[in-house]
Nanobody
Framework: VQLVESGGRLVHTGDSLRLSCVASGFAFSDHAMSWIRQSPDKGLQWVSAIDNGGGKTSYADSVKGRFTVSRDNAKSTLYLQMNGLEPEDTAVYYC??????????????????YGRGTQVTVSS
């Protein structure tokens, strides 16, 4: 399993950003995926999840209404569109792979297997 995240950079409050994650080494369209993030003061946090087909999504309350997860199975790529960014969104963002196609109750119970991450910094 290889996951390569990209798209992170320094932005200002209120800006938008789209993260990408290119996956390889497994049958991407058969697996649920998620985005997680890590900041020094909050540790690892789950952000969003999507089922293998892209028809089901779920979000942490802190990003609901601002972030949108999507996937392109033909390109083995996962996306996270982030709008209305806030300084509290500053973190390293990782995409994560799971063995199943979706999650019981729609939320993963662990952080899965994740890549090296991409840094998102939101200045106030």
């Amino acid at each position: 399993v290889q996951l390569v995240e990209s798209g992170g950079r320094l932005v200002h409050t209120g800006d938008s950003l789209r993260l990408s994650c290119v996956a390889s080494g497994f049958a991407f369209s058969d697996h649920a995926m998620s985005w997680i993030r890590q900041s020094p003061d909050k540790g690892l946090q789950w952000v969003s999840a999507i089922d293998n087909g892209g028809g089901k999504t779920s979000y942490a309350d802190s990003v609901k209404g601002r972030f949108t997860v999507s996937r392109d199975n033909a390109k083995s790529t996962l996306y996270l569109q982030m709008n209305g960014l806030e300084p509290e969104d500053t973190a390293v963002y990782y995409c994560a792979h799971y063995s199943g196609r979706w999650f019981h109750d729609g939320v993963p119970t662990d952080f899965g297997d994740y890549g090296r991450g991409t840094q998102v910094t939101v200045s106030s």
